[in-house]
């Protein structure tokens, strides 16, 4: 399989809806995620739900699942989002997990550089993301790497949780051109 984008070791790469359920063991390793947003862990069939809960309408093509691959082939972290969506050129992250034994060191922001990169070069030019209001540490991420609040949403039903999602954006512009 050909990576996508890297951060050192750790690659991305896309896979299939089909395969989602073999992204199970990451998600139950992040208990701590689906604590703090869902007010329980993974579901049993949470990785092969996670291509069946896009919003209605959106077509099989808009969506992608990436797995991020370290070099012993384990699977320790996620992408999931659309692109064209909500309009054409406009992509929306629906979750970045990394498994906790990774998070912490950079890793995030180096490989959402790579994700924005692979955005653009597929025409998107803004990229949205949904903030939990029970994640702060997320908020913190997200500012950092440049994106704005836009909008509160909801409060919506979140698993065992009802909260407000802030709505952020990031235009996704040209990396500097080098001379
Ligand atoms: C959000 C996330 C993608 C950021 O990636 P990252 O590589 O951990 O990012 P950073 O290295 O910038 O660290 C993020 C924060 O984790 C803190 N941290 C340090 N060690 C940590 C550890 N072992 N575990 C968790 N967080 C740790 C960092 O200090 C930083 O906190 P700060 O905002 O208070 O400064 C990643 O932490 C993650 O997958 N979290 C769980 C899922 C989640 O919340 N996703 C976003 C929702 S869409």
């Not at 077509?59 to 012993?72: F, R, W, Y």
């Not at 065992?160 to 990396?175: C, G, N």
Request: glycine share 12%; aromatic share 8%; with cysteine.
């Amino acid at each position: 399989m050909h990576p996508l984008f890297h951060l050192g070791d750790v690659t991305a790469h896309r896979i299939d809806d089909a395969e989602a359920e073999r992204l199970q063991p990451l998600l139950e390793r992040c208990e701590d995620f689906f604590r703090l947003c869902y007010g329980r862990p993974a579901r049993a069939d949470e990785a092969r739900q996670l291509p069946l809960e896009r919003p209605p309408g959106v077509t099989p093509e808009q969506g992608h699942l990436l797995a991020l691959v370290d070099p012993t082939g384990a699977w320790v972290g996620l992408f999931e989002g659309l692109q064209d969506f909500p309009t054409r050129g406009e992509a929306y992250l629906g979750l970045l997990l990394l498994e906790p034994g990774t998070r912490g060191r950079g890793l995030g922001a180096g490989l959402l550089a790579g994700y924005e990169d692979w955005l653009r070069a597929s025409g998107q030019q803004v990229l949205r993301v949904g903030v939990s209001e029970p994640n702060p540490a997320a908020l913190r991420f997200w500012t950092r790497e440049g994106f704005q609040a836009e909008t509160w949403v909801g409060p919506l039903t979140q698993g065992e949780l009802s909260y407000r999602v802030l709505r952020m954006r990031k235009t996704l512009t040209a990396p500097a051109a080098t001379p």
